[in-house]
């Protein structure tokens, strides 16, 4: 693409000689496409191919008749406000061959400066007349966008970042629209470039052009205020000091925007809730009553995907905290949702879920009462992914932290079986989270309840497990269990015992370098182990009613 700026009114120069001419009166000066004019006596120097300005390569010499500037770049797929294309002149003189090294190089060179700032880019921003400054920043919000190493850096040594966020006070919205973009670009990038961006003033400056009259503009300005808020709690709450949540609910709740502003800004929202510490609820609250609404009546998975999350963020925190959440969403809402056709969907609905249920009993009991053990046996059942079924896991050990009563709900509904089947074969992350459901049922259930675990197999998942593993933490959780079958079924225990391996696996682990594993090993093994000379365990003999059907089977 060449784009054309006239400048027939201005005195300019050659770059090598430094000789100065009217344009108007001498025409017989020459451009090279980086934009830079030359004299044609200096212009005979430059056959190397490379400009001696700017050091870029070059195929062309133009002849500047009706013309003094000109840049040549490629064209962005990204660009959404493509500049006319403008074809070369005919009278163009196209440079011989240097040699065929050179041909072969060219394309690999091209390559190695289309990154690169180029010294044109600068001096039109900072000096140009408006339409130069719009190809000017057109050029470097392109330079952002490459998905390769965007010159960030380059440009914010370069001083355009202040610039930058001065053309935002321009009434065109066209150079708005480029530099909030631009701008946005930078915002994507590390903590320090972000910061970068709020030390020159730009979050009062995105703020105020939310309310401008280009959709382009205030869709690119939530974008980016987005990334800043996205940065951390810091800048965050930077955000929302500024005054950025009222806009925001505005367009949520304008059925005009398209789907793609709505998407940026539901984005934007759900950035707006992150990090720790929590946002204070007060600044937030007002986006709840929208929010619940956006749960009932939006289709789009995307949105609901950013609107789960932003809720999930909102969810996990102290007993007050999820009280808080309780008291203003709809919970049943979000659990409708769990069997939504997308996963992105489901996943945050299960972090929400898996949040209340770490909360208070009461709390944990508002989940169970809306059913959704049924949806977890259904989703364990079928699921493939991993994610699910950790979360589901967890969830479900939160619950078995509960009462006994929560615990039996667990049992009714069929999911024991499954989670002992994920401890045998489950992945890591997933074994142990399904391991904590374990732990817990038998930490605080009922003597029927061990019961009817030992009876699925409970205690052999977990002596394999426990034979095998290396992670000091799983092994102590693993050992835990046994403590609880000991204190609680002690002859079941002594009986069981007989046919695991377990007795060798303690011998092992009695020598750990973890101080809680040595001594749990080391209890259970003087209580519950003692070898006879004939080979079997001495102890007390197990009572004919610990293995009684009706007493250790729970149907």
Known sequence: ????????????????????????????????????????????????????????????????????????????????????????????????????????????????????LKPEFIHLIMEGTREQQLIGVNEVRKLLSKENHPPIDEIIKSGLVPKLIELLDSND????????????????????QTLTIIKAGGVPKFIDLLNSTSEEVQEQSVWALGNIAG????????????GILQPILKFLNDKTKPLSFIKNTAWCLSNLFRFKPMVEFEKIKDAM????????????????????????????????????????????????????????VVTPVLRIIGNIASGSDEQTQIILDLDVLKDFQKCLGITKSKSHLKEICWTISNITAGTSEQIQQVIDSGIMPRIIELIRIGEYKIKKEALWVISNAFSGGTKDQMLYLVNLGALEAIDKQLATIEDTSMQSLCLSVFESVGQNLENVLKVTIE??????????????????????????????ISTRSSGSYEGDEPSDNDFDDNQDIIS
């Open 1 to 116: 693409m060449v784009v054309v700026f006239d400048r027939k009114k201005e005195i300019t120069y050659c770059f090598v000689c430094k000789q100065n001419y009217d344009h108007n009166a001498c025409r017989p000066e020459c451009l090279i496409p980086c934009g830079h004019t030359f004299c044609h006596e200096c212009i005979k120097k430059l056959f190397s191919k490379n400009c001696s300005r700017c050091g870029s390569l070059f195929n062309q010499i133009i002849p500047d008749y009706e013309m003094v500037d000109m840049i040549s770049t490629s064209s962005d797929l990204k660009d959404k406000k493509n500049i006319p294309h403008a074809t070369p002149l005919p009278n163009s003189l196209t440079l011989p061959s240097v040699n065929q090294e050179f041909e072969n190089k060219k394309n690999e060179d091209l390559n190695d400066h289309q990154n690169q």
């Open 173 to 192: 919205t066209k150079i708005q629209f480029e530099c909030v973009w631009a701008l946005t670009n930078i915002a994507s990038g590390n903590s320090m």
């Open 231 to 242: 940065d951390g709690a810091h800048t965050r709450d930077l955000v929302l000091n500024h």
């Open 289 to 344: 009553p929208v929010l619940d609404r956006y749960l009932v009546e939006c289709s789009d998975s995307e949105v609901l995907t950013d609107i789960l999350w932003g809720l999930s963020y909102l969810s996990d925190g102290s007993t007050a905290q999820i009280q808080l959440f309780l008291d203003n969403i709809t919970i049943k809402n979000v659990t409708d949702k769990i069997g939504h056709q997308s996963l992105t």
């Open 499 to 528: 046919d695991l391996q377990l007795p060798k696996t303690l011998s092992v682990l009695k020598n750990s370098t973890n101080s809680e594993v040595v001594q749990k090993a080391t209890k259970i093994a003087e209580n519950f």
